[in-house]
């Protein structure tokens, strides 16, 4: 009963939202049109002739807002995606070859609305192959951003749809890598404080766990938020290691029996160790040894619970490497 009851709340969050969507900034004409987006790449024409003149390109997962039909065509106001509110930190993810909005008319080929049956489905298939796209050795250009915005369009237009929650956890894991990948070329990737690094675009994410909680989808996204206050490079200091082991502690405290609890006390207990080598070659046995002592038993509880799992055989050989006097961190040679 309880679970049902979260469930309905959790829609009924999941409705406001919806509806409290920031709508784009139509012409008075069109702002009662009707939002749509397309499965597959859509020209946009002056007229509904493929030999009239080409105005624009519509990638899958961009919005377009629906004015009038004619057999075979539909009139469109194209590419009215806009910022979301508090979103001027965001990272860019547009690959429309015209990023002003524009009246026109694309093939209705492919077109799916809010009302277009099965529609979450739909979107949903064409955001998976998109997705696996982007992960071959060739992917074709802007497959991840098109996987990222046909998932958010199903989570926009269907948010009944047992698709939703995990089509928002992926649009917002994809939008996520995306960045975390392009940060990563940066110096500032090195820093050992996170907050010298560029600030990652956390609202989405963010929006998982506060419309789907109790969910795999928000344990996997508040996992994933850890992210940004990982020190870039620990530098030989303790401190990093020690501070992260609290992060990690804390969410296999908040998320018990979540995706990635069994690898979050595995970076815990890993991350003890560290500190103890570190302390080591300080010449902090105290410290060192306290750490060890905490690493074993973090290690513990990863046993208990997850014993059967890699992270516990992991967990095992670290905290044999601990016993052994073998360095977790540096030169581990005799």
């Keep these: 009963m309880k679970r049902f009851v979260v469930a309905v709340l959790v829609c009924a969050s999941v409705v406001g939202m919806a509806q409290k969507k920031k709508k784009p900034k139509l012409p008075p004409q069109y702002q009662n049109a009707a939002s749509a987006t397309v499965l597959h790449p859509a020209n946009v024409y002056v007229a509904s002739d493929e030999g009239s003149q ?17 057999p075979g065509w539909v009139r469109v106001f194209a590419n009215t995606d806009e910022p979301e509110e508090n979103d001027s930190d965001a990272p860019e993810i547009q690959d429309d070859q015209q990023s002003t909005p524009v009246s026109g008319w694309i093939k209705d080929k492919g077109v799916i609305g809010p009302s277009t049956p099965n529609g979450d489905k739909l979107l949903f298939g064409a955001a998976v192959i998109a997705e696996s796209q982007a992960a071959e050795p060739h992917a074709p250009k802007d497959a991840g951003a098109s996987a990222h915005f046909l998932y958010k369009r199903l989570f926009e237009y269907y948010p009944k749809s047992p698709l939703a929650p995990e089509a928002a956890w992926r649009s917002a894991d994809i939008r996520w890598q995306l960045q975390k990948a392009d940060y990563a070329s940066l110096p500032s990737a090195r820093e050992m404080d996170p907050n010298l690094r560029p600030r990652m675009y ?30 870039g490079d620990w530098q030989g200091l303790p401190k990093c290691p020690e501070k992260e082991t609290e992060y990690f502690e804390k969410y296999s405290r908040e998320y018990p029996d979540g995706p990635k609890t069994a690898e979050a006390l595995w970076q815990a207990v890993y991350r003890q160790g560290v500190a103890s080598s570190m302390y080591r070659a300080e010449d902090d046995k105290k410290k060192s040894d306290n750490a060890a002592v905490h690493a074993n038993a973090l290690n513990d509880q990863l046993q208990a619970r997850f014993g059967q799992t890699d992270w516990a055989a992991r967990g095992a050989a670290l905290v044999y490497r601990l016993q052994q006097g073998i360095p977790v961190y540096g030169n581990d040679r005799d």
């Design 54 to 70: 080409r105005l624009s390109l519509v990638t899958p997962g961009h919005e377009v807002t629906i004015m009038d039909r004619s």
């Design 202 to 231: 956390e609202d989405e994410l963010k929006k998982v766990i506060k419309y789907f909680p109790d969910t795999k989808y928000a344990a996997l996204a508040a996992y994933e938020l850890i992210d940004a206050k990982l020190c």
